[in-house]
Structure formats: C-alpha cells, structure tokens
Nanobody
C-alpha cells in the first residue's frame, strides 16, 4: 500500500522559512517523479513543484520560483520542499503526490498523480 506522510508545516511570519518533508513507503520511491501541490483556503488545488525520479530535474510554478526548492533523498525515501521568503499568499495545505508512471519526468497536471498524502498546514502570518 502506498503511503505518503507529510510533516514540517506550521505558523511562520512573512519572510520566514519552512522545510516540508514527505515520507514515502509501499512503492519503489526512486523510480517515480514526485510533486508538491497546495490548496489555499477556499481555493482549488495548485501544483507547486515537481522532481524527477533521480532528482536531477525540477520544475516550479511561477508563483514560487526562486523562493521554493524541491529535493529528494532516495536513500531515505523522502521528498522535501524548502520554502523561503514566505508570503501570506503561500498559506495553504501542502500535499505530496506520486506520479502515475515510472521513470518519467513528471508533470504539472494534477490528474497525472495517483497517490496523495494527507497534507500539512502552512500558515504565513504576522
């Protein structure tokens, strides 16, 4: 059974930083691209970033480019999202998601992800 468990969310002031983690199990982690997706209060899901299976290729939504960094440790079966220069508009529940196919680069299309974690809340407020 695929399991994705996010952690690391919390309350942070504008301009601050947080590092999210996603612990994966139940599948061969190092063969799947992974993404971070978020949902702000009262809004739909928004794709944030993707990383390929090997970790050498990444992509970001324009709204977070230059501020967020996605990475992965395949030895630890863990996905990360380093978030810097946080803004109130980054407030959301953040989810990690597993791409549906092996050994591909991933995508920004939410329908391409077949497993999701339960999410971790990030609140940016003074």
């Amino acid at each position: 059974e695929v399991q994705l468990v996010e952690s690391g969310g919390g309350l942070v002031q504008p301009g601050g930083s947080l590092r999210l983690s996603c612990a994966a199990s139940g599948f061969t982690f190092n063969t799947y691209a992974m993404s971070w997706v978020r949902q702000a209060p009262g809004k739909g899901l928004e794709w944030v970033s993707v990383i390929n299976s090997g970790g050498g290729s990444t992509s970001y939504a324009d709204s977070v480019k230059g501020r967020f960094t996605i990475s992965r440790d395949n030895a630890k079966n863990t996905l990360y999202l380093q978030m810097n220069s946080l803004r109130p508009e980054d407030t959301a529940v953040y989810y990690c998601a597993k791409y549906f196919a092996v050994l591909m680069s991933g995508s920004s299309r939410l329908r391409d992800y077949d497993s999701w974690g339960q999410g971790t809340q990030v609140t940016v407020s003074s």
